[in-house]
């Protein structure tokens, strides 16, 4: 997580870092087949694009079969990532347990959905959140059901528990061959390096202080309690325009901005809106002088709240017949005749893949509803939505501008462990790089990547002794993460999907290997999650356009959630975009709550 610090030597120029960007992912970009590497072993794993590619390509025959089974429910919930089970935590909350939640992958959770092996949990996606401030009702309300959140300091930032909070030492960035601390490289900076710093801190600052006629803010959390014409002008511009207009050249800087922006929204600085990029780090500050939150995070990243959200949600009952469906891919959605109040309202057709993983087999169900949450990314809404699906032409111009960002993911896990511990013996340069010890996020400055992160940073992953069947040697498990930003997202989205297992191993021990001497050795395994539409593209335009206004209208008995409706794929945005929801739900069948959102 890049954040703004509260306190040269020549820069990595763009050319040499994408040298090593995203065209490397074709094969005649490759670095050359190390045949030592036959040790390693691994896949690539969803998220399931063939499932949601079957209702792309053929889906008036996957929905056009016979209905093998019907059942009816107070609200149908559509999607079960972050905003999904916000939703049905919010309904849960206040006395609806009626609902259902369709999930097409395997497990719940979204780009926040975590993995397993005999080492630690890890991320697949999201693996951090910033301690949050009182004005996030909702999500305060759930970190302290979540036994995290203990109260609030006087400033109004949450009190949360101490295990829960980010172990020290955090952050650091590796530059021309040694790792440094933090995110900024202060080492070599001259003084106007330092001057062009503090001139963008005082720019944060501005915008922190900055209020509407009505006393808002003009960048918060939701985005919704922002006060976005304040700073509408910013959303006509690219970061880097706003940088260059400002008089921002340091490359150090603009190094770390990009970070930023590639890091919370899998954007350039070049492509992305100066209203998401200074959102990004001004909207989680309480005052002009203050410090960047604290971060929560768990081996398993956010998934350890996602698990915890469909615990909540789910029921006793472990058959298929439970609130939360997993592995169903929902193929229509469509109005049903007013029938009078209290009547249902929607239909939803899914494919039932817990009981044939092939679409072309699975039997098809029927859910009537009162009303439904759409908590999938707006892009599906032409394949699924049936007046749109069989109205090509009422398809609105808005929908058109959501654009989504794809990611790679790697999780490798490797025969070391993931610091020296305090009695042993200096590890030695070679082996581990020299400068700043190993921390929970380690940058590269000459990377198309950002990185990786360490799941075993929060507690230390036990070693097995050989009496109990291990080899006695530790272990730990880093995620890596790939943005792919440097051309049109569509193309970028199609060279992922091509991308060989060998492939994107080679590219990924040849990124880390410069900082990370050992790493071929010592990996043992390596396993890749392709996010062909891992988050949206907050680009100019976006966010103080009509399309997210428009988008987040319900239509008829169908109600929207989804981070994509801020422009921004935040944790805080998702699940305030799911309580909104299940609220507007709730109003309309006059049911009784204290509003959140």
């Known amino acids: 997580m890049a954040r703004l610090p509260t306190a040269s030597s020549g820069g990595p120029s763009r050319r040499d870092v994408l040298a090593a960007g995203l065209a490397s992912l074709s094969a005649g970009c490759l670095p050359r087949r190390d045949p030592g590497l036959g040790h390693i072993r691994g896949e690539i794993l969803g998220p399931s694009d063939g499932r949601g590619h079957s209702l792309r390509d053929g889906g008036e025959g996957l929905r056009g079969r016979a209905i093998a089974e019907q059942e009816r429910v107070d609200v149908a919930i559509l999607g079960g990532g972050v905003a999904g089970l916000s939703a049905a935590w919010r309904l849960s909350r206040a006395g609806l347990d009626h609902f ?173 809106s100066a209203w998401a990029g200074m959102h990004y780090f001004a909207a989680r500050l309480l005052h002009g002088d203050d410090s960047p939150p604290e971060v929560l995070t768990w081996p398993e990243g956010n998934g350890y709240l996602v698990r915890r959200l469909a615990q909540h949600v789910g029921d006793e009952s472990a058959s298929r017949r439970g609130r939360l469906r997993p592995r169903s891919l929902v193929v229509d959605v469509r109005a049903l005749p007013n029938a009078g109040p209290g009547a249902d309202t929607v239909e939803v057709l899914y494919l039932d ?4 993983p092939d679409p072309r087999k699975a039997p098809l169900c029927s859910l009537r509803a009162r009303r439904a949450i759409w908590a999938l990314p707006a892009f599906l809404r032409r394949h699924v939505l049936a007046d749109y699906r069989q109205r090509p032409d009422s398809v609105p111009a808005w929908l058109q501008q959501f654009t989504y960002a794809p990611w790679l993911v790697a999780n490798l896990t490797l025969r070391r462990a993931h610091a020296a511990p305090v009695a042993a013996a200096p590890v030695s340069v070679s082996a581990r790089g020299a400068g700043f010890p190993p921390c929970w996020d380690n940058v590269l400055i000459e990377s198309p990547s950002l990185g990786y ?40 989205r199609a060279r992922l999907l091509k991308l060989s297992w060998a492939d994107a191993r080679d590219r990924v021990l040849a990124d880390l290997g410069r900082a990370e001497p050992t790493v071929r050795r010592d990996t043992e395994r390596i396993d890749f999650f392709r996010w062909g539409h891992g988050m949206v593209r907050p680009v100019p335009g976006l966010l103080t356009g009509a399309a997210l206004a428009q988008a987040a209208l319900p239509r008829g008995g169908v109600h929207f959630a989804h981070s994509d409706l801020s422009g921004m794929a935040l944790f805080e945005e998702a699940h305030h975009a799911g309580v909104r929801a299940a609220e507007e739900v709730l109003t309309a069948l006059d049911a009784s709550f204290e509003p959140w959102a």
């Open 353 to 356: 893949l817990s009981q044939d």
């Open 100 to 272: 259902r939640v369709l999930e097409l992958e395997d497990e719940l959770g979204g780009t926040s959905r975590p993995g397993e092996n005999h080492v630690t949990t890890y991320p697949w996606g999201a693996h951090y959140l910033p301690v949050p401030s009182r004005n996030l009702d909702a999500l305060c309300e759930l970190l302290r059901e979540l036994d995290i959140l203990r109260g609030f300091d006087a400033g109004g930032r949450a009190l949360c528990r101490e295990e829960t909070l980010c172990r020290a030492p955090q952050e650091r960035v590796f530059f021309k061959g040694r790792w440094y601390e933090g995110l900024y490289l202060r080492v070599g900076a001259s003084a106007e390096d330092q001057r062009q710093f503090e001139r963008f801190h005082d720019e944060v600052s501005r915008w922190v202080k900055a209020v509407s006629s009505d006393g808002r803010r003009a960048f918060s959390l939701p985005r919704a309690h922002s006060a976005p014409e304040v700073a509408a002008e910013l959303d006509q511009l690219t970061m880097a325009t706003y940088l260059d207009r400002l008089g921002l050249s340091s490359w150090r800087l603009r190094w770390y901005v990009d970070y930023a922006c590639r890091d919370d929204f899998g954007l350039r600085a070049t492509q992305c």
């Open 453 to 492: 992160v360490v799941a075993t940073h929060q507690r230390e992953a036990p070693i097995v002794p050989r009496s109990q069947g291990g080899d006695g040697q530790p272990r730990t498990v880093w995620t890596y993460y790939l943005p792919l930003s440097d051309g049109d997202p569509k193309d970028e």
